[in-house]
Structure formats: C-alpha cells, structure tokens
C-alpha cells in the first residue's frame, strides 16, 4: 500500500508550487488520493515556499504530521535544513546544490550555514542525503527555470509510478513552447539521480536496483 | 470526472454550475482566488468591489432582482461588510445570497484570527463550514437552495487550509444550472429597512432560525460515523480531518451546517458515548452551545483556542486526557532548536520594488527615533496594509503602525490632536485608499490636518498577487475601465497641495518630501511607480566597480535582496535578480559612482 508524505521546499520564483501539482496530479492518475497544501508566506519573490503532499489510499489532513516526511525535496540548501526536523527516521532528502542568500545574510548580519551544517541538520535522524546540482545542469541546458522539472526528475525515481505518468501531467501542466526543454530536463534528473547513487553505492558497496527501494515510502 | 481542486477552486466551479449571476468581492488572502476563477467565466458577472461592504451591497442588489449572488472576503473583510450583511440578514434574499468568509487561524497572512463563525450566530444566519474542496463544491449548490428556500443569506466558512488546500473532487455535471434573467419586484416592507417595517422584519428572522434548526436535524451534511462508544467527537470544518487523523476508530458526528445546531441530534450522539469532546479550531463555538445545552463536553481545556491546529496538537490534547495509546515521541535531542538558529527568510519587497525608494528616504531623513516624548521633534509613520507593510522590517524600519485597511490616517490625525510635536506622515497604497482612505482623507482636511499623506500608487493589488482595481484601467474579467487619477480624486477630497512624484527618482522623492514636512499643512504626494511584478523586462542589470566602492554600505540601507555583502565586506549585485534601468536606486544613492550598467541580462 502507498503511503508517502512529500515536502517539498524552495524559494518564491523557483517553481515550487508547480512542482507540487505536478506530483498530485501523477498520484491522481495513478489512482490514488492526494491532498497537497502551499505555504507561500507573503512575499511576492524571494521568500520561503513550502508545500505539502500526502499521498495514500485515503488521506484525511492536508498537513504532513511531526516527523513524518518520507521524502524531502529542496530547491535550495538553507529551505532544506529549515525542514530536517520534520523528517520521518530513515528519509530521503533530494537536494539541489545551490543557495539563495536571504537578506541577513546579504547584508552581511548573519552567515549562510556551511553544507556540513546543513547535512548534519539532515542526517541528524538518520535520512539518506543525495545531493544533485540541479541548477547547474538547468542552466547548463540553457534555461534555470527548469529546475523544478530537473528536480521532479531525480525524485520521480523514488517513487513507484510510471515515467508516463509523469510525462503525460508535465505535458498537461506547461504551455506547448516550453514542455520539450522541460521533458529533457526530466530525464536529466532521473539520470542525475540514478547516478549519484550508483556513486553512493560503490562507496558503501551496496548493491541498488535503480529505482531507489530504500526510500521507506513503499 | 475527478479533478483535484483547491478549496477556492472547488467554490468557484460549484457556485458557477450553480448557476451564479454576480458575484463581487475585495481581494484578500486566503479568499481572492474564488474571485479570480469565478471571472475567468464569461457568463456572468465577476467583479473587484472597491471594498467588501461595497461587495455585499452589489451580491444584497443582485440577489434582491432574483438572480444568485457570491461575496466573498477574508475574515477581517466582514468586518467592512458587517453594516450590509446584518441588514442582508434582516431583508432577506430572493435570488440565493451566498457569503463566503475565509478564515485565516495561524494568521498566516492577516492581523488577527478571529473566528467568524460567530457572524453567523449574530446575524441569525445559516452557516456552512465545509472540510475539503468536495465538499467546497457540493455545498455551493446546497447554500443557494437553502438562502432561497428559507429567505436568508447564507455565511459559509473557508480557513487558510481548505482554501489552498487542493484536494480531489468528484465533480458531478458538466452543465449549468439555467436560471432566469434578473427581474425586480417591488416590496417595501421587505426592502425597505424603515423602523417600521424592521419591527415587522425581526420576528420572521426568529422564526426562520426555528425552521432552519428543525432543518439541521434531517440534513444529510450533518452525520455520524459509528465507531467505539468510549470516544465521541463533535467537529466540523478541517478540524475534522485532524480528528480522523487522530482517533479513526472514534464515533464521529461531522457538522456541515454548524449554525443552527441539530440540537435532537447531538443530544442523541452524546448519550450513545462515554466520553464527548468537541474539536474545533480557534474558538469555542460549538462547545459553548452544546454546554448551553446542558451537556457535559469538553474543548478548550484540551485544544487550544491559539493559532492553526494539525493532527499532531489533536493527538497531544487526546493522549494527555488518556483517550488514546501514546505513541512513541522522537527523543529530544535538540534537532528543533538547531534548526531554528538557521537564518530566517522573512518577507520582503521585491528588487526593482517602487515602494523602496520613498522609504529608504523617510529612514534616511534623520527624523526616525525611539520616542519622541521630552526628546526633539521626529518623524511618526502610520501605515495600513499591502507591501509596504514590509517597510516595517530592517533595514527600512519605516512604518510605525499597521492595524486595519486604510487606518494610517486616522491614526495620523488621532496623533496630531494628541498634541505630539513630530511631523506625522500616513501611507497608503493604491488600492487601499480606494478601499478605505478616501474617507479618512475628507476628514483630515475637514478637521484641520497638516499630516503629509503618502499615496503609493504602483498600479495594482500587490500583495494578494496583482488584481486590478479601479486605478488600473481594466476590470476583474480584463475589460478595459475608467482609471482614477489619485491626485485629482486627493484635490477633489479638499487636500490644496498635491504633487505626483516618480517612485525611482531619489533627488526628487527627497526634494518633495523635505517641502511637505517643512510647509506644515496638509499636503498629499501621490508616489507613482508600477509594481516590479507586472513589469515587463527591466534591461541591463546593474553591476559594482570594485575600484570605486569603497564598501561604506549605503546601497545596502534600501534593503535590496540584489545587492550583496560577500565575506571580505566586498558587494556584488546579483545580476538574476537586479531590474537594471527600470529602477537604479543604488546607483542614486552610490556617492562614489561605482555602480554601472553594464552586464547583459541572462534570461
């Protein structure tokens, strides 16, 4: 039975909330139920964006309880670690290696954390960390705002639903110029993903199937 | 056909196959989509109201010529809305009257959390609360019935969390519902508030609560679900989610219609459990009147009445009274308070924002201080609600009070007559003193003012997310409209010294406003400049010359989320974020020349 909790978190302008649709709307296809929730604060640009999927044979709150987040999906290094003490034991936190100074921290008041701050926050309980450059890799593709769909790649591969699926909501949700960039960029993520835990594997000498069975949301 | 829907989606589309005619609101979160989707169809009227009272009189006159009518606020909006809606209450409808109140617990975005359930027991109104976008939808159909059927408006009630909560729906027609063309007829003893046909009026509205009591009884949105006779909880709205969540094996009677109560029914509940609660968010609405009827429940001793409730709180108050198994806690192992050192990420103006440049004036005036009695004369800053609320924040920190729509200037006046000696300056947006400023500056020059009134006009509803209001030109469904001239409408209003001034021009905002502080009258600036978020373009950004600046940090003061402050105190503008040539703030405030335009903008 499928019972997965997905956090989703950036910063306003990085496509977040599409993001988030986007899942629902696979889950929904797939037949299952779906509740997701948008906290988008005020800020027209720039600020924390956070949205909540629940996803099962029946879901009854929209919101994710405490420790309860199977899959952790961040846009941005500093909105992960705000995240890392939702996270059920044993998580998977995706993250895209790239960081959007906040205001303290352009104006010189406050140091943005290191990334061994920020594992350490994620690690903490235990969650599994994969760490991909997603901004990297969309802007070498010529366009940064296809991060979402990159990161919506790398996370497809650690659910149970088929890549169809997930091409048939992306292709529904963008207009008609923009859904060809984006499909690569979906298949630049799933590669980006199953290669950094090919990466992890040989470190450890675990053997992996490719299709992440180990997230704990099966 | 399954669609998934937010709550505010699932309103709009019910209300339209419900075959609504007009429907007419003021933006404000978590409420302004339900308009936005209701304007998208091309067969009836959607439109921005210049407020929420203004909104209830145009749903009030629509539904009095027999066709169905929407109005929809955020909970503070009924607030404006109350002096029509409690007389709604007492005419009564003819076309369905629905009024949609989103609710806002957490205050997510709002200045308070009141509970408006409360408008429905004091107006004698029915009240709807639903629990997810389906039923959302389902009940817009249901409410139009029910306003036309027992002569009423109907108050039904969204939170913050149905309303942009998307949720699945199972929509049922495709059709619409058909309804007649809008018609008047003549009733002065319905329409016609005079004392003397009120007095006639009240008695109906008594009797009308009686029959919609007996009504709740059979009504199929307020069930039960047997479960174990040891718990049993009343609920309703998205409490009831949260109460699932927690305690799936409890009985459950489920509100649909929370006002009046199926009093027969929830007697019969209560003696069939050992134990009753009540879980509901914020106040203690239905508890109070199932006590009043001398049935021993509980509530708020358990749940709290502050901020948004989830399942996790609902589960804490329920292992604490010993109803349910404890489970297994994470250790505290300091995990929340690490994360809570991480830095915060607080709502800001935007980069290319027309709003930062007047204020980084009135901070950079001199005039700013802690407090002004026994010390010289400041500078006080009233303000309201929109955007510039954020000027309130660091660096800016120029806005000293924000209460309700348009109340700067009243409180600027209000100061004035205090007797304080600073220079008192009230702020407003656009769309604001439409709403609720225009009142407020009549009365300043009636009663002698010399506040210096700061209209920002950046050419939108900004903060709920871009509506167009009646300064824009164009309506709620995008057709082109008159547009207010604000320093014409502010001389209209009586105010003799009226300037407009360019939002991006420094030398010139500080010219002005220096003037209107010296000249001790009342005098109005209409600040223009458009809203970065419906600009197009921008040009170049702007970049900084390392061998020029000297890091003195100026560029810094205006709060810009573009201009960075690096780890060897070297600044740097991000060229993603920077709007170049359409703003060129910092350039203004650089005295060492070291901000150019020069990089090409990467798209």
């Known amino acids: 039975m499928v019972k997965m909790n997905v956090l989703i978190a950036g910063v306003g302008g990085q496509g977040v909330v599409l993001a988030s649709d986007i899942l629902a709307d696979v889950a929904l296809e797939a037949g299952l139920d779906v509740k997701k929730t948008d906290t988008l604060g005020m800020a027209q640009r720039g600020g924390s964006v956070v949205t909540q999927v629940r996803i099962g044979e029946q879901v009854a709150s929209p919101l994710i309880?405490?420790?309860?987040?199977?899959?952790?999906?961040?846009?941005?290094?500093?909105?992960?670690?705000?995240?890392?003490?939702?996270?059920k034991k044993g998580a998977t936190v995706v993250l895209n290696d790239y960081s959007v100074p906040p205001l303290s921290v352009s104006q010189g008041a406050e140091a943005y954390p290191g990334d061994s701050e920020i594992s350490h926050l994620l690690k903490h309980r235990g969650a599994d960390l994969i760490t991909?450059?997603?901004?990297?890799?969309?802007?070498?593709?010529?366009?940064?705002?296809i991060l979402n769909i990159l990161m919506l790649g790398a996370l497809s591969m650690l659910t149970p639903f088929n890549p169809e699926l997930w091409i048939e909501a992306i292709s529904k949700r963008l207009p008609p110029k923009i859904i060809e960039i984006n499909l690569k960029a979906f298949q630049r993520g799933r590669k980006d993903l199953l290669s950094i835990l090919a990466e992890m594997s040989a470190e450890s000498g675990l053997e992996i199937d490719?299709?992440?069975?180990?997230?704990g949301c099966h | 056909m399954k669609k998934l829907l937010s709550g505010n989606e699932a309103i709009a589309l019910g209300a339209y196959q419900a075959g609504l005619k007009v429907a007419a609101a003021y933006p404000g979160t978590p409420s302004t989509e339900i308009l936005e989707n209701l304007a998208a169809y091309k067969d009836l009227h959607a439109e921005w109201s210049t407020n929420e009272k203004v909104a209830m009189e145009v749903g009030m006159g629509a539904s009095y010529a027999g066709v169905r009518a929407l109005v929809s606020m955020k909970h503070v909006g009924l607030n404006v809305a109350a002096d029509a809606f409690m007389a709604a209450s007492m005419t009564g409808v003819v076309g369905g009257l629905v009024v949609v109140s989103a609710d806002d617990p957490g205050m997510h975005s709002s200045q308070n959390e009141q509970d408006n359930r409360y408008f429905a027991k004091f107006a004698k109104v029915p009240l709807l609360e639903p629990s997810d976008s389906q039923e959302a939808y389902d009940f817009m159909a249901l409410a139009f019935e029910m306003s036309e059927h027992f002569d009423t408006p109907v108050?039904?009630?969204?939170?913050?969390?149905?309303?942009?909560?998307?949720?699945?729906?199972?929509?049922?027609?495709?059709d619409r519902q058909i309804t007649g063309p809008g018609g008047f007829n003549r009733n002065p003893g319905k329409f016609i508030m005079l004392p003397v046909n009120a007095r006639q009026r009240h008695p109906l509205v008594e009797t009308r609560l009686a029959k919609l009591a007996v009504f709740a009884e059979s009504l199929s949105?307020?069930?039960i679900a047997e479960g174990t006779k040891q718990l049993g909880i009343i609920t309703s709205g998205v409490s009831f989610q949260y109460a699932m969540e927690t305690a799936p094996g409890a009985s459950i009677l489920k509100l649909g219609l929370t006002y009046p109560l199926p009093e027969k029914m929830v007697r019969e509940f209560a003696a069939g459990v050992e134990k009753l609660v009540v879980v509901?968010?914020?106040?203690?609405?239905?508890?109070?009147?199932?006590?009043?009827?001398?049935?021993?429940?509980?509530?708020?001793?358990?749940?709290?009445?502050?901020?948004?409730?989830?399942?996790?709180?609902?589960?804490?108050?329920f292992e604490s009274a010993g109803w349910i198994e404890t489970i297994e806690k994470p250790v505290q192992d300091g995990l929340i308070d690490e994360v809570k050192t991480l830095p915060k990420r607080p709502p800001l103006l935007c980069p290319g924002c027309p709003h930062t440049g007047i204020f980084s004036v009135l901070h950079s005036l001199g005039l700013r201080r802690k407090t002004t009695i026994g010390a010289e004369a400041g500078l006080v800053i009233t303000g309201d609600i929109g955007c510039y609320t954020l000027a309130a924040y660091p660096p800016l920190e120029a806005m000293d009070t924000c209460a309700c729509m348009g109340a700067g200037i009243g409180q600027a006046l209000g100061m004035e007559k205090a007797g304080i000696n600073d220079r008192v300056v009230a702020i407003i947006g656009d769309s604001t003193f439409l709403h609720s400023g225009i009142t407020g500056l009549i009365n300043a020059v009636y009663n002698g003012s010399a506040m210096t009134l700061l209209i920002l006009d950046n050419r939108t509803t900004a903060m709920t997310g871009h509506q167009q209001n009646p300064g824009t030109g164009f309506t709620a469904q995008g057709a082109p409209a008159p547009s207010v001239n604000f320093a014409n409408l502010a001389k209209s209003c009586g105010a003799s010294d009226v300037q407009e001034v360019d939002a991006f021009d420094i030398k010139a905002l500080r010219s002005v406003l220096k003037s209107a502080l010296d000249s001790r009258s009342l005098n109005v600036i209409v600040v223009r400049g458009s809203c970065v978020a419906i600009t197009p373009g921008g040009g170049e950004a702007l970049t900084i010359d390392t061998e020029?600046?000297?890091?003195?940090?100026?560029?810094?003061?205006?709060?810009?989320?573009?201009?960075r402050k690096g780890a060897e105190g070297e600044l740097t503008i991000d060229n993603q974020l920077c709007r170049g040539g359409a703003c060129r703030l910092c350039q203004q405030l650089c005295s060492h020349q070291a901000i150019e335009q020069i990089i090409k903008k990467v798209v």
């Open chain 1, 65 to 87: 309880g405490d420790n309860d987040v199977d899959l952790l999906l961040a846009f941005e290094k500093l909105e992960s670690g705000r995240w890392a003490d939702r996270l």
């Open chain 1, 132 to 145: 991909i450059h997603g901004s990297l890799h969309a802007a070498e593709m010529g366009n940064p705002k």
């Open chain 1, 210 to 215: 490719g299709h992440g069975d180990d997230c």
């Open chain 2, 155 to 174: 108050l039904l009630r969204m939170t913050t969390r149905l309303s942009h909560s998307k949720t699945v729906v199972q929509i049922h027609r495709e």
């Open chain 2, 221 to 223: 949105i307020n069930r």
């Open chain 2, 280 to 317: 509901e968010e914020l106040e203690p609405f239905l508890e109070e009147q199932i006590l009043a009827m001398g049935i021993n429940v509980k509530g708020k001793s358990l749940i709290p009445r502050v901020g948004e409730l989830n399942q996790d709180i609902v589960r804490d108050a």
């Open chain 2, 548 to 563: 020029r600046c000297t890091q003195c940090g100026t560029c810094l003061s205006l709060g810009c989320t573009a201009i």
